[in-house]
């Protein structure tokens, strides 16, 4: 009798979660196979304004022990303070899931983290670092697509064909190698770009934008180099 009422109960109180659950969400996925391991394939370190979506999604692939790329593996992203869509879904045929980012409202470094079971228990693990652009940032992006791309990344794109090959050695660098950017001082970038190479000893073929650009442009444009700096830019300790 009490068993009766007990599971009357239950049924009572499960039935009507149940039905809300399943009209609202879609049924949980579960795995169908286990990787050995997740590789990123596309889409990280892109720089966006805050709160926007970035321009590619991010995929990654699951791969079995032997390397081969795994359908059916249920893959799921977190990461704080973005908007992943969707959280998680299963590899398609060729191993790969695409999931679109938004990105917070704080300018700065995020990351998603992409798992994926594994055989044996735990999960193979991917981190994945995007960046917020604040305001002025982002006026450093525009500015830099506009005038310094075109020299500064060596990939072409449908808009814009890279200048890279038609130059001579000293090359410029990227504006996200922080390996060399890095340990140039704010003041220096400054000097650079709005006198041109030769005021720092470089090349004379990186033009002086003194005339082309205002100081408030150019000072967005190393707030962007920065921002876009791998590995990350630590600025100088303050003196007191
Ligand atoms: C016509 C090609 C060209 C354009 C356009 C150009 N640069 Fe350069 N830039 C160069 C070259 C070449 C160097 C390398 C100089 C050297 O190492 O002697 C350079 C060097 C630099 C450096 C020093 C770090 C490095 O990469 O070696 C900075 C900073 C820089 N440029 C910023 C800019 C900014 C900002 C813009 C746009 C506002 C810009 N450049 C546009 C050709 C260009």
Do not use: W
Not at 11 to 33: A, D, E, H
Not at 55 to 63: G, I, K, M, T
Not at 102 to 122: C, N, R, S, T
């Amino acid at each position: 009798m009490r068993c009766l009422r007990v599971a009357c109960l239950t049924f009572l109180l499960i039935v009507p979660l149940g039905c809300t659950k399943r009209s609202n969400l879609n049924p949980p996925l579960s795995s169908k196979v286990y990787g050995a391991q997740i590789v990123l394939v596309s889409g990280d370190k892109q720089a966006a304004g805050v709160g926007s979506k970035l321009a590619d999604p991010v995929v990654v692939q699951v791969n079995g022990a032997d390397g081969s790329a795994l359908a059916g593996a249920l893959v799921s992203f977190h990461g704080e303070g973005l908007v992943l869509t969707p959280a998680e879904a299963l590899s398609d045929a060729s191993g790969q899931v695409s999931v679109s980012v938004q990105l917070g409202g704080i300018p700065g470094g995020y990351e998603l983290v992409a798992d994926a079971p594994k055989a044996g228990g735990g999960s193979t693990t991917i981190n994945v670092r995007e960046i917020a652009l604040g305001y002025q940032e982002k006026v450093g992006k525009e500015v830099s697509y506009k005038y310094c791309t075109t020299c500064h990344d060596p990939e072409s794109t449908p808009e814009r064909v890279s200048n890279l090959d038609n130059l001579t050695p000293p090359l410029p660098h990227q504006f996200t190698d922080g390996n060399t950017l890095n340990s140039m001082s704010d003041a220096d970038l400054i000097k650079v770009i709005a006198d041109g190479g030769p005021a720092l000893g470089k090349s004379p073929q990186t033009p002086a934008y003194r005339n082309t650009l205002t100081q408030a442009q150019i000072k967005a444009v190393v707030a962007y180099i920065r921002a876009v700096a791998d590995p990350p830019y630590q600025p100088p300790a303050t003196k007191h």
